[in-house]
């Protein structure tokens, strides 16, 4: 129903309150609407199968903290694939869940001549598992859009292995001196010195050196994050995308670089870790049922059971999956094989004559939309009892004309029905009334509670 009343009463109460309207409603003049051609708005039987989407993303993760590469965009880093699997979660296909894997790596290299323990270098595997939350904007853009933008949050976990390069290739320690070499020795002992070059190859664990070193070392490796992305779907075909986008991964610790502001031989600021992730995907709707071409003739082998391959009405979805057998021929239908409703108003749209309802909208057998004025007219000249489902929306409909103050007295034995003691019987003191009789709450006959029906319609 499109109304709810916001309250709980009883289906046998609103009989009997029905049976007293049906005897002392007077019949008024016939209107352009009928009651044999009214009918309400209903939640039709849609499409509600969501297969998954199936992605896989490429591209590159740039990394923020305390060592990062002095020279870095978020073109520029190390690199990162992704695999998804993502579906709708409403029935407008406005939100996606996905759920995803991320393998990569994260590194940066930092350089100083003036300050030389700066000089740093880390490299780390990263394993991301994540959930997130996808808006593609449904109520600017068309599904069959060739362009989707989207926004995204969500929560993800990581584990990291942070390495470093601090041995060349023959074992020997890096030391680099104010001129911008390296060298085998520090800048300030004596004697001769060899040039060395790094090899990029990060063979010590940054972790277990600080706990062989400094006695440090001794945190998790792995963390929490919250990613927010944003980026673009480009439609190939109704099973294919290619997306373009870009998410931002806030960490919940400082130590993906082994630098921290506690807790690590090399102190650095305050504040916790980052990183981007700038992909390029493809997306494939690979179990979603096939939408029929009218166009396209289906040929079935003669010796196929008609049981299980026959189609009596024609409309290209198989007998034992169509939930509206026998459409008519030329009707386009959906996956279910029922006609289909765009303003979903419960008329189908080859019947609609008012294509794109308002929402909660009243409408009649064409779809056309019925006025509160004549929905109370028409129950007001049905010439039987009210249906039940007409009642919940007529009472709510006619309660503002019972809101005003009494003109009469207020008799002494209503008295303790007034809920509010404003000496009137208000709408819903008497549908309490109703309800505390049929509870056998109040001592007071049908014949009694006839009359308090009669006192409420003349205040």
């Keep these: 129903m499109l109304f709810e009343m916001g309250r709980v009463s009883k289906s046998l109460s609103y009989s009997v309150l029905l049976l007293l309207l049906a005897f002392s409603t007077e019949e008024v003049e016939s209107q352009a609407v009928n009651a044999d051609t009214l009918q309400h708005k209903i939640t039709i039987n849609d499409n509600y199968v969501y297969m998954p989407v199936?992605?896989?993303?490429?591209?590159?993760?740039?990394?923020?903290?305390?060592?990062?590469?002095?020279?870095?965009?978020?073109?520029?880093?190390?690199?990162?694939?992704?695999?998804?699997?993502?579906?709708?979660?409403?029935?407008?296909?406005?939100?996606?869940?996905?759920?995803?894997?991320?393998?990569?790596?994260?590194?940066?290299?930092?350089?100083?001549?003036?300050?030389?323990?700066?000089?740093?270098?880390?490299?780390?595997?990263?394993?991301?598992?994540?959930?997130?939350?996808?808006?593609?904007?449904?109520?600017?853009?068309?599904?069959?859009?060739?362009?989707?933008?989207?926004i995204s949050v969500g929560f993800s976990t990581l584990s990291f292995s942070s390495k470093g390069d601090l041995l060349d290739a023959d074992g020997l320690s890096y030391h680099y001196w104010?001129?911008?070499?390296?060298?085998?020795?520090?800048?300030?002992?004596?004697?001769?010195?060899?040039?060395?070059?790094?090899?990029?190859?990060?063979?010590?664990?940054?972790?277990?050196?600080e706990q062989e070193d400094f006695g440090l070392?001794?945190?998790?490796?792995?963390?929490?994050?919250?990613?927010?992305?944003?980026?673009?779907?480009?439609?190939?075909?109704?099973?294919?995308?290619?997306?373009?986008?870009?998410?931002?991964?806030?960490?919940?610790?400082?130590?993906?670089?082994?630098?921290?502001?506690?807790?690590?031989?090399?102190?650095?600021?305050?504040?916790?870790?980052?990183?981007?992730?700038?992909?390029?995907?493809?997306?494939?709707?690979?179990?979603?049922?096939?939408?029929?071409?009218?166009?396209?003739?289906?040929?079935?082998?003669?010796?196929?059971?008609?049981?299980?391959?026959?189609?009596?009405?024609?409309?290209?979805?198989?007998?034992?999956?169509?939930?509206?057998?026998?459409?008519?021929t030329g009707i386009a239908v959906d996956t279910l094989g029922c006609p289909l409703d765009g303003d979903m108003d419960g008329v189908p749209d080859y019947l609609d004559l008012e294509p794109g309802t308002a929402p909660d909208a009243w409408v009649d057998e064409d779809g056309v939309t019925v006025t509160d004025e004549q929905f109370l007219l028409v129950m007001q000249q049905r010439n039987s009892a009210m249906l039940r489902e007409d009642v919940e929306d007529y009472l709510f409909l006619i309660q503002p004309e019972y809101r005003f103050g009494s003109s009469l007295e207020l008799p002494e034995k209503y008295k303790q029905l007034d809920m509010d003691g404003d000496g009137y019987i208000s709408f819903e003191e008497l549908l309490r009334t109703i309800d505390q009789y049929f509870d056998f709450q109040l001592d007071m006959s049908l014949d009694e509670l006839r009359q308090l029906y009669e006192f409420f319609f003349s205040q």
């Design 54 to 150: 199936l992605s896989f993303s490429y591209g590159v993760l740039s990394y923020y903290g305390e060592v990062q590469d002095s020279y870095s965009t978020s073109a520029i880093g190390n690199t990162g694939a992704m695999l998804k699997v993502a579906t709708f979660v409403d029935r407008r296909h406005l939100f996606v869940s996905s759920f995803s894997v991320m393998r990569g790596q994260l590194g940066g290299n930092s350089y100083s001549h003036t300050d030389l323990p700066r000089n740093l270098n880390f490299k780390t595997d990263l394993l991301s598992f994540e959930l997130d939350l996808e808006y593609r904007f449904g109520h600017f853009f068309p599904a069959n859009s060739l362009v989707t933008p989207y």
């Design 178 to 209: 104010s001129d911008g070499t390296i060298r085998d020795v520090d800048e300030s002992a004596a004697g001769p010195s060899r040039m060395l070059y790094r090899d990029y190859k990060y063979e010590t664990d940054l972790r277990w050196k």
């Design 217 to 328: 070392g001794n945190y998790s490796q792995q963390a929490f994050a919250v990613p927010v992305g944003l980026g673009a779907y480009f439609r190939i075909d109704r099973r294919a995308f290619l997306s373009v986008g870009v998410s931002y991964h806030y960490t919940f610790t400082d130590l993906l670089d082994n630098v921290a502001s506690s807790g690590t031989s090399i102190k650095g600021i305050k504040g916790n870790d980052s990183y981007l992730y700038t992909h390029v995907g493809l997306h494939f709707d690979l179990f979603s049922h096939p939408r029929p071409d009218p166009n396209e003739p289906i040929h079935m082998d003669s010796d196929l059971d008609a049981l299980f391959f026959g189609d009596e009405d024609e409309d290209l979805v198989l007998d034992l999956r169509d939930l509206c057998p026998m459409t008519g």
